[in-house]
């Protein structure tokens, strides 16, 4: 079975400070893993993805997210927080790896940022 | 151009009714999914589909059904069994996984209320 876990619902940073959004996921083989961000009353978009290839990946906006196997995690970074940054986050692994497969969204994390 | 089409955007059911929601896509992708999104808690996995003729339960499957007859269409039908249907649906397709471009497509989706 394959699961994950956003393991802050909330996240509140101030404007310039670093931001670190925890993803842990639990799964019998290696998956490929998403981030998406939501901005309020608007759709989805892709933030970056890991698939099996280097284990730190660069996304959109100034994010990055590096896979630890060891840790079963895929924790989405940015060392300096915009306003625009404030939206809701989803880590989703896809169980099928490299193949298609279940795609199940991570609970989600509420980034807010103070000015 | 190429996208992913939900209809209708706004829909009423009414108590013990059936009622299908249309998605369809036109980007020749193999892998289609349907999310149900309520506020504060994310996106949840009702059924997906790899390929024509199949599909898969996701995590809340009960009370829907879908069918997949035709690589473009993937509609969703919320049945009376359905007891709290009222939400905000979204379809979304997928290009094989390993490809540059791989990422969900999502529709604008359907916002399903109870009368």
């Given at each position: 079975a394959q699961s994950v876990t956003q393991l802050d619902s909330h996240v509140s940073v101030s404007e310039g400070t670093p931001v670190l959004l925890r993803c842990n996921y639990s799964s019998s083989y290696s998956p490929s893993l998403f981030w998406y961000v939501q901005h309020p009353n608007k759709g989805l978009q892709l933030l970056l993805k890991y698939t099996?290839?280097?284990t730190l990946v660069k996304g959109i906006n100034g994010f990055e997210a590096e896979f630890k196997k060891s840790e079963t995690s895929f924790h989405l970074t940015k060392p300096s927080a915009h306003m625009s940054d404030a939206a809701e986050y989803f880590c989703v692994p896809n169980a099928g790896g490299t193949s298609y497969g279940k795609l199940t969204f991570g609970q989600g994390t509420i980034l807010t940022v103070h000015p | 151009d190429g996208g992913i089409t939900q209809s209708p955007k706004y829909l009423f059911r009414k108590e013990g009714q059936n009622v299908t929601l249309s998605c369809e896509q036109n980007?020749?992708?193999?892998a289609m999914y349907w999310y149900r999104q309520d506020p504060g808690q994310g996106l949840r996995l009702i059924y997906y589909s790899q390929i024509v003729n199949d599909f898969q339960k996701g995590d809340i499957a009960e009370g829907y059904s879908v069918s997949r007859e035709k690589k473009e269409s993937f509609p969703l039908t919320v049945t009376?069994?359905?007891?709290?249907?009222?939400a905000f649906y979204l379809c979304a397709s997928r290009p094989f996984p390993g490809q540059v471009n791989e990422k969900l497509f999502f529709g604008s989706g359907t916002q399903l209320s109870v009368l």
């Open positions: 099996s290839a280097a | 980007l020749n992708h193999d009376s069994a359905q007891k709290n249907p009222t």
